[in-house]
């Protein structure tokens, strides 16, 4: 079956850096776009940023631009958030997303930016 695990959230000061990672199996990675989501406490869930299959295409949403880098390591089935110059605003549950027959999600890791 499908799964996908988060995990590096945490708590960081703002400007902070983190590094989220997703481990997904029970499917063909490697030939999957992936995707990162945020949601934070009262807003939807949001996209934040894409990779497709080979990795060579990103997007992002504007709000994380240049800030954040998404990347991926088809060896080891895994994608990876890097989040640099953190802001309050980005606190929220991080979840990553691959859509087969239908959407598949993680659990989600939180971040929390705050001093």
């Known amino acids: 079956q499908v799964q996908l695990v988060e995990s590096g959230g945490g708590l960081v000061q703002p400007g902070g850096s983190l590094r989220l990672s997703c481990a997904a199996s029970g499917f063909t990675f490697s030939s999957e776009s992936m995707y990162w989501y945020r949601q934070a406490p009262g807003k939807e869930r949001e996209l934040v940023a894409r990779?497709?299959?080979?990795?060579?295409?990103?997007t992002y949403a504007d709000s994380v631009k240049a800030r954040f880098t998404i990347s991926r390591d088809n060896a080891k089935n895994t994608v990876h958030l890097q989040m640099n110059s953190l802001k309050p605003e980005d606190t929220a549950v991080y979840f990553c997303?691959?859509?087969?027959?239908?959407?598949?999600w993680g659990q989600g890791t939180q971040v929390t930016v705050s001093s």
């Open positions: 990779i497709w299959p080979t990795g060579g295409s990103t």
């Open positions: 997303k691959v859509v087969l027959s239908r959407s598949y």
